[in-house]
C-alpha cells in the first residue's frame, strides 16, 4: 500500500511540475502594468519582463523613479506617475493604459505598490496611523483594481496582488497586516467572480526581504518618532527598555531578511506567464518553513513561538 501511495505521490508532483513549467506564447503582445517600480519589487519586476519581451507600463510614485527605470530598460518599457491613494490619479493612468494596449486589453495588473510604516503596537498608535497604510495597501488595490477591470476582461488576462506572510499571520501590531489581511480576501472574492470571464488571479506570500520599506533605519526611525509622541502613562507602562529592545530587535530582523527578490519577482512573474499559475505563491523559505505552517498551528501555539523572544513591557513583568 505504502508503495502505491508513494507512486501515486510521485505522480501527483511530476504532474504538477510539468504543468507549472508551460509558458504562454506570443508574450511580446501582452502588456502589464506594475504599481510601485520605483525601487524593490516593483522596479525588478519591470526589468524582469523587459527582458522577456513584455511590453510593460510601470506606475512609479516619483519622477526620479520613473527617470530612473527607464535608463536600466528598453523602449518597450513606458512609465507613469501614479498615487494609488489618489482616485483622480488612478483615473488618468487607466485613460493611459487604454491609450498604450488599444483593442488588445490589458494582459496583467500587479498591484505591488505598498508601505509598512507607521508600525508598532497598536495602542501607540492613532486611526490615522492605520488610515494611511490601508490607504496604499489595500484601498489602492482595489481602486486600481477596479479601473483596470474591464482592460483585464478584455484580454482575458492575470491580476496579481501582493499580500505576504502577515496576511496569514499578524506579528506586529499597525495597519499593515489588516491590509494584507484584506488583500488575501480582496483577491479570494475577485478570482471567483471572474473566473467565468477566464481572467486569474494570484496571490503573492513573501516573507522578510531587504527592500526600501524593510529598511533598518527608516523602520528604527518609525519606533523611535512614535515613542517621542507617547503620553507619559504610555510611555511609562511599556518602559525605555522596551523601546531599545524593539530597536535591538529591528536590527535582529534586517540581518536576517533576504536579499535575493528574485524569489518574489520570479513568482510574480510565473503567475503572468505561466499557462497555469498558481492561486498562491509564497516567497522565501521563512514564508514556506516557518511563517505559513505556523498559521495552520493552534493559536496557543502560534502564540507561544511568537512572543517567545518579543520584548515585554515593564508592567507586564
Sequence with gaps: MWLWLALAAGLYFML????????????TDKYVFITGCDSGFGNLLARQLDC??????????????????????????????????????????????????????????????????????????????FRKIMDVNFLGVVDVTLHMMPLLRKARGRVVN??????????????????????????????????????????????YFKTTVTNEDIVSENFKGLWEQLPDETKEVYGEPFLQAILKSVSV?????????????????????????????????????????????????ADMVLTWSYPKPSQSK
Excluded at 257 to 284: F, K, Q, W
Aim: net charge positive; hydrophobic share 40%.
Design 52 to 129: 522577456r519581451g513584455l511590453h510593460v507600463l510601470a506606475a512609479c510614485f516619483t519622477p526620479q523613479g520613473a527617470e530612473k527605470l527607464k535608463e536600466h530598460t528598453s523602449e518597450r518599457v513606458q512609465t507613469i506617475i501614479l498615487d494609488v491613494c489618489s482616485t483622480e490619479s488612478v483615473a488618468r493612468a487607466t485613460e493611459w493604459v487604454k491609450s498604450q494596449v488599444g483593442d488588445k486589453g490589458l494582459w496583467g495588473l500587479v498591484n505591488n505598490a505598498g508601505i509598512s510604516i507607521p508600525t508598532a503596537s497598536n495602542d501607540w498608535l492613532t486611526k490615522e496611523h
Design 162 to 207: 501582493v499580500a505576504s506572510v502577515m496576511g496569514r499571520l499578524s506579528f506586529f501590531g499597525g495597519g499593515y497586516c489588516p491590509s494584507k489581511y484584506a488583500v488575501e480576501a480582496f483577491s479570494d472574492s475577485l478570482r471567483r467572480e471572474n473566473f467565468s470571464f477566464g481572467v486569474k488571479v494570484c496571490i503573492i506570500e513573501p516573507g
Design 253 to 301: 530582523m534586517h540581518s536576517r531578511c533576504n536579499s535575493n527578490l528574485r524569489l518574489v519577482t520570479d513568482a510574480m512573474e510565473h503567475g503572468l506567464i505561466a499557462v497555469h499559475p498558481c492561486t498562491r505563491y509564497s516567497a522565501g523559505w521563512d514564508a514556506k518553513l516557518f511563517y505559513l505552517p505556523l498559521s495552520y498551528m493552534p493559536s496557543w501555539l
Design 16 to 27: 504538477r511540475w510539468f504543468r507549472g513549467k508551460q509558458i504562454l506564447s506570443n508574450l
